[in-house]
């Protein structure tokens, strides 16, 4: 009976090949659709933390349930402020982390 030998290939491979190479437009689309979707995962997950409805959310930040469905769901793109008073309302931490040539930037 013949032997069939298996290639391996890593998830970067993968994504170069069928989503494109970074650097490429459809790869940082790719890339910044993943970045609100787990941003989002983390938005909902704080608020059933909190115990609150999406409409008590959005009052509490200012903006109405709709909004909120739409972070959490990351069909629109939010502004840095509207995510800070998000999680700000929530009474969660959120920390930002900058990296330039793999070296991670620190404000003094």
């Known amino acids: ?6 290639k391996s290939t890593s998830l970067s491979e ?5 989503i ?4 490429t437009e459809e790869r ?4 910044y ?5 787990i941003l989002g995962r983390m938005i909902k997950k704080a608020r059933q933390e909190r115990n609150l409805t999406q409409e ?14 739409k972070l959490e769901s990351s069909t629109n793109s939010a502004t840095i ?3 800070l008073k998000v999680f700000k309302a929530l009474k ?12 991670n930037l620190q404000l003094t």
Not at 14 to 18: A, C, I, L, S, W
């Open 92 to 103: 969660a931490d959120i920390n930002f982390n900058v990296t330039i040539e793999k070296q």
């Open 28 to 31: 940082e689309k790719y890339e």
């Open 81 to 83: 402020d509207t995510i």
């Open 20 to 23: 494109g190479n970074i650097g």
């Open 33 to 37: 659709e993943l970045r609100m979707d």
């Open 14 to 18: 993968m994504k170069d090949k069928y």
């Open 56 to 69: 008590q959310l959005g009052e509490l930040v200012g903006v109405k349930k709709s909004q909120i469905s």
């Open 1 to 6: 009976m013949a032997t069939t030998e298996m």
